[in-house]
């Protein structure tokens, strides 16, 4: 170990003041050790669950996991403290299968794996099953164009139904501290109003059948991708087993410039995301602006503030062989200055992160 | 010099998808030091194979990438100019790609 450290100049741990600093903290600078990093890192999630209140003992969680890192640590630390710190709480693992080839079916044999590993029961519901469509069949009928709003608008309502099916009362999503000032931006940048105050909410959907929580919101994703990979060494019984692929029909160029913007200003000024976070939460919505009316679907009876909800509209473009239905905004030329944000519920996909995970 | 580096979070894929490489980096001269800063534009010359703007932006790495030195964050070895020894491991992890 001694002779592992030789390159941080011998810094100790500002935290225990024993052992030697392996890691500088993006969210307080501070220079710590594996051990205490673990701790704090833990610890930390541990607070957020307690003083935002995210769960009550007994309740069923659904943890929605696509084998990527964040909902891959989220599963494991989740499990961890509900024994730790006696949660009460019965937690399950929810999968969404768009149907892509090479891709889909590769994480989800992670999944799988995580299943055996962590003793959580799995449950995986499909876009064939729901919608009859595979994503890898909506490709080759509508191109590599817009093919993302049709996967997140799915995604979305997958798991809503696949948690209805697990009859959980809540679902935890491993959204990251990074993701969150990635959407502020996003919604910033698209001028989407109605997101914009609520992609910073610990907790959504309350008044909904099954709100959604994001332990990680004050998370950052450098700590979380340490987190398994230092232990690879370290502790190797930890060791989290992930999938790090891009999906492979992701050109969703407008997130992946924010995202790096995020990332180039991290690295000049770490506090930068929790800034960004706090901006979105200090966001006031003046009183004249038209915030969207919550209603049903007429067809199939998902929250909707239009008709019909995204998803029965992107589908009814594809089984009538009209992949363009809903595709792009609907409120046309807005010459008049109208401060109307109603269309722009679900028209897409922003609050998925490029690929792989799972939508707000 | 013999390293080894590492590639992870999706930064094989740049690299023939091989994680671990066991490599012997020749140094310029005899009075230099191998570098953080050096090794970087050998890996980008060496060992990646498509896409280097995934694992570099000018001379240093792309920001999301994290670099561990003998599992020590590099931010605490002074990242560009940490300097290398021999049986070194360096690791680097892309935290951009989907979670």
Redesign the interface.
Known sequence: ME???????G?LCCLCNRR?????RPKTLE?IC?ECFYEVFEEEIHQVIVENQLFKPSERIGIGA?G????TVLAYVLSELNRRHNYGLDLFLLSVDEGITGYRDDSLETVKRNEIQYGLPLKIVSYKDLYGWTMDEIVKMIGLKNNCTFCGVFRRQALDRGAALLKVDKLVT?H?A??IAETVLLNILRGDIARLSRCTSITTGEDGPIPRCKPFKYTY??E???YP??ML??AYFKKLDYF????IY?PNAYRGFA??FI??L??MRPRAILDIIKSGEDFRISMSTKMPEQGTCERCGYISSQKWCKACILLEGLNKGLPKLGIGRSRGLDNNHKKDVKQSNGTKNIEG?????LDF | MQLTLEFGGGLELLCDSVKIHNVNVSLKNEVDKLTMKDLLVWVRTNLIKERPEMFMKGDNVRPGVLVLVNDCDWELSGQLDTTLEDKDVVVFISTLHGG
Request: glycine share 8%.
């Open positions: 002779e592992n450290h030789k390159k941080a100049g810094r030697r600093a392996a890691l500088k220079q594996r696509s990527g890192k964040d909902s491993g990251n990074d993701d994703e450098k979380i991708v340490i990979y230092d060494t370290y790090s692929t891009e999906c992701s995202r790096e990332k180039d991290e690295r992160k490029q690929c792989g995970s």
